[in-house]
């Protein structure tokens, strides 16, 4: 889009570009999402950024109407595979949090200074620009939400001191963080505050684009779901997925409600360490595919009229991912029934049980003693880094590395790409798999096309 087209989204507040891009205006020193339903600024008064990170970065603060900073990912950072979508993608994740910028680089296999260059000329904004705009994301959903102490929230949000968090909330938001809480209505607590919210858990609401065809990802997480990481409350239409998560610093359990909102799903995350809230959240929204654009994969997919009535049938079908890819690659090569088996042989024990949810599953170190020959072969190549599947692994590099174990066939190494790496354009046409489905035509969402005939 040029910036004419894009301030014609903006002037008809089309909700299909939030997150896309975001516009700021230079008379009110605000930037806004393209739907923002305040009044249009003059075109002459307009300016353009790839990220919220770029807009803060250039001295704008988050507009309080229509808070760009809780809207959907960009789906670019799902399908691109290059140097800057693998960076948002391990940015997001928390990795720059944990590691700083050259464990990130060095993740990409990249220098530090190549990596900021290729960001910043792309993004408007660095690695460490990025990540902070992500932290002050997280920090204003603690104080909005949780009655946690700033002190705690500052931490737990990853900045490393509780000035740099003070001066980051009053840069992003033009206020302090106490009055940030107040307008929400939530109320500070005392020093232990920590311990209702690790047991009540966190209220969120996941944004996502355009239609959700909610009950098709339900019903197939529920098919797929193993017992004691995960389960299924509720009756269709009404029901809560819940799983265990096994995250940087701890653990967590999330629950996820299928009834529908208008633009998001209502989920809670009870986490052992507050740092881990970043990273479930990603986890989840890679889970749930939440940062996908249905218009775009809607548009090119209903132009083949062998797939116009599957796609009319359900409108925004998400192609889901996995919470933790590791584990996935182990499901998809053993089964449903071989990994409940798992988690009860080697799978960590909570050190507080919720209902039927008692263990984490186990990391791939756990299974290099497994009996299977191909499931010991894949956790060890897993375990030692051999194969790579985290939110910044090079998919084709991973893919390969995946074929070449033994007893990982095609079809599985299929499986893993499209899911626990997240690509939206896989589309394997061997081993089962319905004829025709490598069809150029229906890049670059063959993933989509694809669970649109296994729902069908």
């Known amino acids: ?13 089309d909700a299909r570009f939030d997150g896309e891009f975001f516009f700021a205006v230079v008379t009110t020193g605000i930037y806004c999402r393209p739907s923002c339903p305040a009044v249009t600024p003059k075109r002459e008064n307009v300016r353009f950024y790839p990220t919220a990170a770029a807009a803060q970065g250039n001295g704008f603060r988050a507009c309080r109407r229509c808070r760009p900073d809780a809207v959907p990912g960009s789906a670019e950072w799902n399908a691109r595979a290059d140097v800057v979508g693998r960076a948002m993608r391990m940015i997001g994740d928390g990795i720059v949090d944990r590691e ?9 296999g990249y220098s530090t200074r190549q990596v900021q260059r290729q960001l910043t000329g792309e993004l408007g904004a660095g690695p460490v620009a990025l990540a902070r705009a992500q932290r002050a994301h997280t920090a204003r959903v603690l104080l909005q939400t949780t009655r946690l102490p700033v002190t705690e929230i500052a931490f737990a949000s990853g900045f490393a001191s509780v000035r740099q968090f003070n001066d980051t909330i009053r840069q992003i938001y033009a206020r302090t963080p106490s009055l940030l809480r107040a ?4 109320r500070a607590a005392g020093s ?3 311990g209702p919210v690790l047991a009540v858990g966190i209220p969120l609401r996941l944004a996502h684009r355009g239609a959700y065809a909610a009950r098709e990802v339900f019903d197939l997480l529920a098919g797929e779901a193993v017992p004691r990481v995960e389960e299924m409350l509720g009756g269709p239409g009404a029901r809560t997925y819940r799983r265990t998560l096994r995250l940087p610093y701890g653990t967590g359990i999330a629950a996820v409600d299928e009834a529908p909102h208008s633009g998001w799903l209502e989920a809670r995350i009870h986490l052992t360490d507050l740092r881990d809230l970043t990273t479930a959240v990603q986890r989840l ?6 940062d996908a654009d249905p218009y775009a994969v809607d548009e090119r997919l209903a132009a083949d009229p062998a797939l116009a009535p599957l796609v009319a049938a359900r409108p925004g079908l998400r192609s889901p991912g996995a919470a933790d890819p590791d ?3 182990v499901r998809a090569l053993v089964g449903r029934e071989a990994a409940a088996g798992l988690v009860e042989a080697y799978g960590k024990v909570l050190d507080q049980p919720c209902g039927a949810l ?6 791939p170190g756990a299974l290099t003693g497994a009996g ?6 894949l956790a060890a190549a897993l375990a030692d880094g051999v194969v790579r599947l985290g939110p910044g692994a090079d998919r084709d590099e991973a893919e390969r590395a995946l074929r070449a174990l033994p007893g990982v066939g095609a079809r599985t190494a299929a499986l893993i790409r499209m899911r626990a790496l997240g690509d939206p354009d896989v589309a394997p046409e061997d081993e089962g798999f319905p004829a025709g489905t490598g069809s150029d035509a229906w890049r670059p969402w063959r993933s989509y096309a694809m669970r649109h005939l296994w729902t069908a």
């Open 1 to 13: 889009m040029d910036e004419d087209s894009k301030y014609e989204a903006v002037t008809s507040r």
């Open 100 to 108: 700083g910028v050259p464990g990130l680089a060095g993740r990409l």
């Open 183 to 186: 307008e929400s209505g939530a």
């Open 192 to 194: 232990s505050g920590a």
């Open 285 to 290: 929204r890679r889970l749930f595919d939440l």
């Open 327 to 329: 584990e996935f690659a």
């Open 358 to 363: 008692t263990h984490v599953f186990p990391e």
């Open 372 to 377: 299977d020959p191909a499931l010991r072969g």
